[in-house]
């Protein structure tokens, strides 16, 4: 069924063509790409010299006049990166990079995520991202295309996030937050340097009713980071987080269900108290060792814990029939630890900086289901899984850019990876297995500069991405036939990706700055749906699927203290070659040409920002434009695209000893109807996850210095 509700703003469209005739206007004075430090790329350059798609947001763009409550926020403007938020707190946003990602049924899959060095994903390719604590966090680099291959399994993209560094002396800043649904955020940040010692404090927290049923949420982040100088050129980061969250799940709705009653929640949700509870607890180290004016080296070593207990609807059919293993209870112990050293040398006169590095990490896992009786988890059955996983990498590469002339650079990296997954059922079920993959990746990239302030590059690269352990854990026999006992999916093929991208970047002038970049991303053995039934999913793997698109992103500097920022992405993600996969016991033809679910075809985003001389006062309006998702690999369903205008104001003041800040930020002006995200393939149709109408949040913030 097609469901095709709302479609895009005029109001948003207009907007977005007068922006886009302003860009050509060329007018001055900005901040440059000249000046702009990434370290995405492991070895910090500007962004100008990078043979890759890096995109940085800074702190002003991650927590001025937003709720800091998602990641979504900040990530709208950063092209061929999609953060679908799903109105779910239950549920992670819906992540992919140029369509990697975008069938994930858990978490984050086929993307890495960091935090201040500290990976948030694991060994298999699972990651998370409602531990990162935006309220201290200074800055984001965003990394697509070839250059994620050097970071090796499930890196479709990469997701780097960096805590703010203390000032000299010490500042206090409370905040808090208030707005539509009863959103409440409210925490107290401490920060300074002291000598050797440079600290920041971060504790907040944050409820919401939800604006659909059964969709309330309250969240707590902890956030700590203390830097120490050492002697001989050393420094010490330790870095400390915690999470605590309690959220109810209002799972998906229908085609007739959101056209009646786009807030409600879904079928069983209330009746089966479906909600998800969160603990986590992670730490890092990391040493940095300049060892001499040419070299350093760079270690981190985590260790952290992960609780989870989710109640599903799962098998109902009706009533208050038991849902069949309808409860998970999962907990994770993970750990690692990544090596490398860093050098600027010569090579035959020429400028040359390598890496050489390795990496390991684990998670363990205790993994119990047990059957969903009207919101209350039932004594173990003989149905119930009961499984010690585990998932383990280790992995070396090399990565090294040689400046061949002033204008000219080659970059060259090779990763090798082993990866195993393994299983081992403690009950009589059968679910015991392993599997081991292996592989090893490449990079290849050329930059030349056609100027001074232009350059285009090519680059080209291979990735690869395992299974994940929620993949492994059913056959695709025993969900198409019941009666088969389902002995795990451990025959699963890592998928393997060849990346093409050609790119450039420029500043025209002082104030006029833009990047573009054309991909081509082809995947075999790609990991996709198998089979679903009763609310369990296998996997499979397709023979062949691509991505390939356009990515353009500028900012300009107009009179009067306007600036323009925008961000487009147009995408082809799709099937090359046709399979079949099974709905219960139905075969279910997947047709080449079809649509990748959960990726729009395009995006726009435009923001014209105006600033006052000393910065006292800012307003901003944003205009969005999303095209249509798939709902399903058979592309039998589909979201609506559609067109957004939000808007903002932020205040400052100086009184005495304090800095104060105010914002008033209003999303969807226009109060339009849409379905913001979608969960791929639910076996009942329910695919739609709805945005809410007119929105508002308001908020305040002081800094106290001393």
């Not at 205790?366 to 009961?386: K, M, P, Y």
């Not at 350059?455 to 299974?467: L, Q, R």
């Not at 997947?590 to 435009?606: D, K, M, Q």
């Amino acid at each position: 069924m097609h469901h095709r509700r709302g479609g895009p703003a005029r109001p948003t469209f207009a907007l977005s063509t007068l922006l886009l005739a302003l860009s050509q206007c060329g007018l001055v004075s900005a901040q440059s790409l000249s000046e702009t430090v990434v370290s995405a790329s492991r070895s910090e350059q500007r962004l100008m010299d990078t043979a890759a798609s890096i995109n940085r947001l800074d702190r002003a763009q991650i927590q001025e006049g937003q709720a800091q409550a998602n990641l979504s926020e900040s990530l709208v403007r950063v092209p061929g990166f999609f953060a679908l938020n799903r109105q779910n707190y239950a549920q992670d946003l819906l992540l992919s990079s140029r369509g990697f990602g975008a069938n994930s049924a858990f978490g984050a899959r086929g993307i890495r995520l960091f935090v201040d060095g500290v990976p948030g994903t694991v060994a298999d390719g699972q990651g998370q991202v409602s531990h990162i604590d935006l309220a201290s966090t200074d800055h984001i680099e965003v990394m697509r295309g070839p250059f994620s291959a050097l970071y090796g399994n499930a890196a479709g993209g990469v997701v780097r996030v960096f805590t703010e560094d203390g000032q000299p002396g010490t500042q206090f800043s409370p905040y808090y937050e208030t707005g539509s649904f009863g959103l409440r955020k409210q925490g107290l940040k401490v920060s300074g340097e002291q000598g050797a010692v440079n600290y920041v404090l971060d504790a907040g927290s944050f409820q919401t009713q939800g604006f659909r049923q059964n969709s309330a949420a309250t969240r707590s982040n902890s956030n700590a980071k203390l830097k120490l100088a050492l002697d001989n050129g050393a420094q010490l980061q330790l870095v400390l987080n915690r999470l605590s969250l309690s959220a109810q799940d209002p799972l998906g709705l229908t085609a007739a269900q959101l056209s009646q009653n786009r807030s409600q929640a879904g079928n069983f949700a209330q009746a089966y108290g479906t909600r998800k509870a969160v603990d986590q607890t992670q730490g890092g180290l990391v040493l940095h060792q300049q060892v001499d004016a040419d070299d350093r080296l760079e270690v981190t070593s985590y260790y952290g814990q992960r609780s989870t207990a989710q109640y599903q609807a799962g098998t109902a059919l009706s009533g208050l029939t038991p849902a069949v293993n309808g409860v998970i209870d999962l907990d994770r112990t993970f750990y690692g630890l990544d090596a490398h050293w860093l050098r600027n040398d010569r090579l035959q006169g020429m400028p040359l900086n390598w890496v050489l590095g390795v990496d390991s990490n684990r998670n363990d896992d205790h993994r119990q289901t047990f059957n969903n009786q009207a919101g209350t988890a039932l004594a173990a059955s003989a149905s119930n899984q009961n499984l010690s996983q585990f998932a383990s990498n280790l992995d070396s590469y090399a990565q090294a850019e040689l400046r061949a002339s002033e204008r000219t650079s080659l970059s060259a990296g090779l990763r090798h990876s082993d990866t195993t997954l393994g299983s081992v059922s403690n009950n009589s079920l059968p679910g015991s297995g392993n599997s081991r993959y292996s592989a090893t990746t490449g990079l290849l990239a050329l930059q030349h500069y056609v100027s001074d302030d232009s350059n285009v590059y090519v680059s080209y690269g291979t990735g690869f991405d395992t299974p994940t352990l929620n993949q492994v854990a059913y056959s695709p026999a025993s969900l198409q036939n019941t009666a088969v006992a389902n002995v795990g999916n451990f025959g699963l093929q890592a998928a393997r990706t060849r990346q093409l991208e050609l790119g450039m970047k420029s500043q025209w002038a002082e104030g006029v700055q833009w990047q573009a970049a054309l991909f081509s991303a082809v995947t075999s053995n790609d990991l996709v749906i198998a089979a679903s039934n009763g609310g369990k999913t296998a996997y499979m793997n397709a023979p062949q699927t691509s991505r390939k698109g356009l990515e353009f992103n500028a900012h300009l500097e107009l009179p009067h203290q306007f600036q323009f920022n925008a961000a487009l992405t147009l995408l082809r993600a799709q099937v090359d070659t046709a399979y079949t996969s099974y709905a219960g016991a139905v075969p279910v033809a997947i047709l080449a040409g079809n649509r990748i679910p959960g990726v729009p075809g395009r995006s726009l985003y435009t923001e014209l920002l105006w600033q006052r001389a000393d910065r006292g006062l800012e307003a901003a309006v944003e205009g969005r434009l999303v095209g249509n998702l798939a709902a399903n690999d058979v592309n039998g369903a589909f979201a609506a695209g559609y067109g957004l205008l939000n808007a903002r104001v932020v205040a400052r003041q100086q009184v005495g000893g304090w800095e104060f800040s105010e914002f008033l930020r209003v999303d969807n002006l226009t109060d339009r109807s849409y379905v913001g995200s979608v969960i791929v393939n639910q076996a009942a149709s329910q695919f739609y996850e709805p945005s809410p109408g007119r929105n508002w949040v308001l908020g305040a913030k002081g800094v106290w210095r001393f």
